[in-house]
């Protein structure tokens, strides 16, 4: 499996911008499908975006759509979250995560989770 390891997270104020970056090793990233998710206090896990092994595709959640762009180097074997507009709703942990099924929001088809990084949204 690959190891991943989030960074990046920090507290911002409301309309702020934040990047991501999940860094991995063990295997390379660029047969996988990678993903974000983000945890709140108290709420379930929830997906957030996801990027085909090319980058040719992209999928997110409505709540982030406009606001938040995935993006990856695997070359670098590194996967990326801008996150601009932050609101107060978007405070979470954030974790990034690989598939071997493209397109998918569904946490259970995801295999290798990083530990993840902390995104507070100050108003």
């Known amino acids: 499996q690959v190891q991943l390891v989030e960074s990046g997270g920090g507290r911002v104020q409301t309309g702020g911008s934040l990047r991501l970056s999940c860094a991995a090793s063990g295997r390379t990233i660029g047969s996988y499908a990678m993903g974000w998710f983000r945890q709140a206090p108290g709420k379930e896990r929830e997906f957030v975006a996801t990027i085909t092994w090319s980058g040719a595709r992209t999928y997110y959640a409505d709540s982030v759509k406009g606001r938040f762009t995935i993006s990856r180097n695997n070359a670098k074997n590194t996967v990326y979250l801008q996150l601009n507009s932050l609101q107060p709703e978007d405070a979470a942990v954030y974790y990034c995560?690989?598939?071997?099924?493209?397109?998918?929001?569904?946490?259970?088809?995801?295999?290798?989770w990083g530990q993840g990084t902390q995104v507070t949204v100050s108003s």
């Open positions: 995560a690989a598939s071997d099924i493209s397109d998918t929001y569904n946490d259970r088809y995801y295999h290798s």
